[in-house]
């Protein structure tokens, strides 16, 4: 196999993962060597990309593909595995009956492509892992598994809820002045489960109104997530959820000459 295939669209050595959206790298949480450690997205820590200038402590948001072609974190050596929708620190382990299952797998397969500046995920067996006795689905395998940064939006505060409530009084049939009871408009929830309240991090892209698209809150950290996408669903919708989904692969070099990043 070729030196490009094995590295699947990432540069040789190491290198750094940039948020279009936001501007924050991959980050192993808490600089942690454990398994099962989420990787976050953090503002970076070291702005140089000259090996011999920049801070060891940095190390946590520096990643490589390995000689079997696994994407792995600098600081610990690990791999990056995924465990639910989230990226995790994955240590090596023994394969264990029935195989594959949820504690013993082949790692997933990360790819970086140049044009979409996408990263995808691929699986060598169903990533829910089901029991031998299930029936065998292939649907898994018709789904693409993108990258994409979760948003966080600043806490509203007692003058945003009260402006919302106003809006909501205003726009609602009151049963007084109409002399009944109130319509309610039916939602998702209502038709598909009676009475789910998504969190922000279950919330589909495409399913974000213009406050989901902010991403304005103070905090530093924000969510890493893997999307899984049927071949029906619907591309992502406004410029900041396709940069949600867009990554810049920076590599670090070892002299000061200017390299341009891969993007």
Request: proline residues 8%; negative net charge.
């Amino acid at each position: 196999m070729s030196a490009n295939a094995q590295l699947y669209g990432f540069p040789p050595g190491y290198f750094v993962i940039r948020n279009l959206a936001n501007g924050r790298l991959w980050d192993v949480g808490g600089d942690d060597v454990e398994d099962g450690v989420e990787i976050l997205l953090w503002p970076e820590k070291e702005k140089s990309l000259v090996e011999t200038l920049r801070n060891p402590d940095a190390n946590n948001q520096v990643f490589f593909i390995d000689t079997s072609g696994a994407l792995c974190s600098r600081s610990s050596g690990h791999a990056i595995d995924i465990e639910g929708d989230c990226l995790v620190l994955r240590h090596r382990r023994p394969i264990s009956q029935p195989y594959p299952n949820e504690y013993s797998h082949p790692l997933p397969r990360f790819s970086y492509s140049r044009e979409t500046q996408h990263i995808t995920a691929s699986f060598q067996c169903d990533p829910t892992y089901p029991p031998p006795a299930a029936q065998t689905s292939t649907a898994w395998m018709r789904k693409t598994y993108v990258l994409s940064t979760i948003p966080m939006p600043k806490p509203k505060s007692l003058l945003d809820n009260a402006s919302a409530f106003l809006s909501s009084a205003v726009t609602t049939p009151i049963s007084f002045f109409s002399g009944g009871t109130a319509q309610r408009k039916a939602t998702p929830e209502d038709v598909f489960s009676g009475d789910i309240d998504l969190t922000e991090d279950e919330t589909l892209e495409q399913d974000r109104g213009v406050e989901g698209e902010a991403d304005d809150s103070s905090e530093l950290l924000r969510r890493l997530r893997v999307l899984t996408i049927g071949q029906r669903d619907a591309p992502a919708e406004g410029e900041n959820a396709r940069k949600r989904r867009q990554w810049q692969i920076l590599p670090l070099r070892t002299s000061a000459a200017h390299r341009r990043p891969l993007a």
